[in-house]
């Protein structure tokens, strides 16, 4: 699954690091290249500028750009959002980027300004920006009207007010055809947030020294005398003793309320006590045979460990015998008889289990259309068709089990988010996984059909097994299986 810019191919590959691919199906020519901005991009390291390798296979020439350790800038919006402070400082580097791309000659339109192509290292200012070295490219004036339709996008990403107050700022800044001019106004505007940021740490300041500087009598309400804590020996004694006598009663309700199994010890005979002790001693030969042969400091420290959990386990079962798990059984008084003494259980009345009848087969089976609404008593041996069940989902969605149930959520949206989210990102499909990202992944409806793609996850996303690149799109068909961390999901049509 590709796109165009420039004319050009783009996708995303992994080659020992995550790359983006500019291409042409039949091969990038040479002639198109420019010669002069090739040679300056292999003998500088351009400043705010993606990494740039020219391969060559086959007389077919490829733009490789490295992302590795880079964030994709229309993911970093969806998961972080974006401020006003944080749009002056983003477009105040791009702006930077662009007016020293002149001390490399180095065309100012050659960049591609759009958040599909900007990726983000460690702080907004931290921009890296594609730039491809055609001929063709060299009509300066055009990089004004992309800094005005990337402005735009990103205004949209802001809340209203600030969204307001950028937007008047941008059309003042219309007016300005020349970078510098840019640069002015974006410090003025990050200026502006530094005056109100530390206005707002002044005013908090004075109201601390206001707080402290209060009388003691206003900070401390005034206590009664009705009020004070009694001493410890004037206190009442029902709040001090402890409830000891507590009748068995009370003890086995409690002890009902609360699920769990009771844990008793088989005693083993000797001779299978002695059984056991032999395996135990292989498995741990077995494991220190294995450590002489591959002798590491890690093998060591599995094989001591391995053996001295074997010992535990063989003195566990020596003096205690075999662990044995048992339900709790409650009696018709509703008391746990498994923690009364075996006489009491003797004399429960009600604890005698009732014999049952005989089952006469040929009586059940002749007589089932009376124990099942399936079934018509004038036609018992008749099929019933059941049709299709009302509820069962129909289009495109995602199955997954749970707890042995298949539960199912359709793709309502063109674009369905799936990851771990938080309160400021909302997504489609929530992961309540430890390793999942809050923007996970998501799947894409377009012409050919539904796509997914990998959104810089930190754990990747498998798609029937493989692993895939990061921002690139797959196809998705009916039966695919997408695993993030441990999920397993189902894609149906």
Not at 292 to 308: K, N, R, V, W
Request: glycine letters at 6%.
């Amino acid at each position: 699954m590709t796109q165009e810019v420039f004319g050009l191919r783009y996708e995303f590959v992994y080659r020992h690091g995550h790359y983006m691919v500019l291409y042409k199906e039949d091969g990038l020519d040479s002639k198109t290249l420019s010669t002069l901005q090739v040679r300056m991009l292999e003998a500088n390291d351009v400043p705010n500028l993606l990494p740039l390798e020219i391969q060559e296979v086959d007389f077919r020439i490829s733009l490789l750009y490295n992302l590795s350790a880079k964030r994709m800038l229309a993911h970093v919006l969806k998961v972080e959002g974006l401020s006003k402070q944080h749009f002056a400082k983003l477009m105040y580097a791009i702006v930077c980027a662009l007016g020293e791309s002149k001390n490399y000659m180095l065309f100012e339109s050659g960049y591609v300004l759009k958040d599909n192509f900007i990726f983000i290292g460690s702080d907004w200012s931290d921009v890296y920006l594609t730039y491809v070295p055609l001929e063709s490219i060299n009509d300066e004036d055009s990089v004004f009207k992309s800094l005005e339709s990337l402005m735009k996008h990103l205004s949209l990403k802001l809340n209203d007010d600030e969204r307001n107050n950028v937007v008047s700022w941008m059309e003042s800044l219309s007016r300005n055809q020349n970078l510098q001019g840019y640069k002015e106004n974006l410090l003025e505007l990050m200026d502006e947030q530094t005056i109100l940021k530390e206005a707002s740490l002044i005013s908090n300041q004075k109201d601390d020294e206001q707080h402290t500087l209060k009388p003691f009598n206003m900070q401390m309400p005034a206590l009664k005398v009705n009020e004070l804590p009694k001493p410890l020996w004037k206190r009442d004694e029902g709040q001090q003793q402890v409830r000891i006598n507590t009748t068995i009663e009370e003890l086995a309700t409690k002890m009902n309320e609360e699920q769990g199994n009771q844990v008793s010890f088989i005693a083993l005979s000797g001779r299978n006590r002695t059984i056991f002790l032999a395996v135990v001693i292989l498995l741990i030969a077995f494991i220190w045979q294995n450590y002489f042969t591959y002798p590491s400091t890690g093998t060591l420290q599995i094989s001591a460990g391995i053996s001295i959990l074997l010992m535990n386990v063989w003195f566990v079962i020596r003096f205690l015998g075999l662990p044995h798990f048992q339900r709790f059984t409650k009696g018709s008084s509703g008391v746990n008889l498994a923690f009364l003494p075996i006489a009491e259980k003797k004399l429960e009345p009600n604890l005698v289990t009732p014999t049952p009848e005989p089952i006469n087969i040929q009586n059940y089976y002749e007589n089932l259309h009376m124990h099942t609404t399936l079934l018509n008593h004038k036609k018992p041996n008749a099929t019933v068709f059941l049709g299709r069940h009302m509820n069962q989902p129909i289009g495109a969605r995602l199955e997954w089990q749970f707890e042995g149930t298949t539960k199912s959520v359709p793709l309502k949206n063109d674009h369905f988010t799936m990851g771990r989210g938080d309160a400021n990102l909302k997504v489609d499909y929530v992961l309540d996984e430890a390793g999942a990202s809050r923007l996970h992944a998501e799947i894409i409806k377009n012409e050919e059909g539904y796509v997914i793609k990998d959104t810089g996850s930190t754990n990747g996303t498998y798609l029937n097994g493989e692993p895939l690149v990061t921002y690139q799109l797959y196809p998705l068909k009916d039966g695919d299986e997408i695993r993030i961390v441990r999920q397993e999901i189902k894609f149906r049509l």
